[in-house]
């Protein structure tokens, strides 16, 4: 029986820029993480790993004997079967204005119907991310709206 979702993982040859995309843009904090025979990073949310990012490096079999082969590059980018993943989030005004000050485009809306605020943008690999803000109700002229 299913009790949460642990963590999602993405495959990348920008491990550093995806690592800096989600502490800088997102507020997730690099932590621990095993010794892996491939290079990558864990983030965290508060005391989770909520993201595993997991490097590939041409020549080296570590990540595809471990985690398995992914198949064409073409399956590397944007979330392949996985349209997005969500986060609950506060204060959509101050996030806001921090994509537009790191240059990243996010699309907001009300969901109708619901106490529910909501921001999406991309990480660096094309990943879809969805921010709910339950019970905000932040101006029309929220920046990059």
Same mark, same amino acid.
């Given at each position: 029986?299913?009790?949460?979702?642990?963590?999602?993982?993405?495959?990348?040859?920008?491990?550093?820029?995806?690592?800096?995309?989600?502490?800088?843009? $997102?507020? $997730?904090?690099?932590?621990?993480?095993?010794?892996?025979?491939?290079?990558?990073?864990?983030?965290?949310?508060?005391?989770?790993?909520? $993201?595993?990012?997991?490097?590939?490096?041409?020549?080296?079999?570590? $990540?595809?004997?471990?985690?398995?082969?992914?198949?064409?590059?073409?399956?590397?980018?944007?979330?392949?079967?996985?349209?997005?993943?969500?986060?609950?989030?506060?204060d959509a005004v101050t996030m806001a204005k921090h994509f537009v000050a790191y240059k990243v485009p996010a699309r907001h809306r009300r969901v109708p119907n619901m106490d529910l605020y909501q921001s999406f943008l991309e990480?660096?690999?094309?990943?879809?991310?969805?921010?709910?803000?339950?019970?905000?109700?932040?101006?029309?002229?929220?920046?990059?709206?």
């Amino acid at each position: 029986m299913l009790q949460f979702l642990s963590h999602y993982n993405v495959r990348t040859r920008k491990t550093t820029e995806t690592r800096d995309f989600y502490v800088k843009v $997102l507020g $997730l904090r690099e932590g621990p993480r095993p010794q892996f025979p491939f290079p990558g990073h864990w983030m965290y949310c508060g005391d989770a790993d909520v $993201l595993h990012i997991a490097g590939i490096v041409d020549g080296d079999p570590g $990540l595809q004997q471990y985690l398995g082969d992914r198949g064409a590059e073409a399956e590397l980018t944007g979330g392949g079967a996985i349209d997005h993943v969500a986060f609950t989030a506060k204060d959509a005004v101050t996030m806001a204005k921090h994509f537009v000050a790191y240059k990243v485009p996010a699309r907001h809306r009300r969901v109708p119907n619901m106490d529910l605020y909501q921001s999406f943008l991309e990480d660096r690999n094309g990943v879809a991310i969805e921010l709910n803000f339950p019970g905000e109700n932040p101006p029309a002229d929220i920046p990059g709206a």
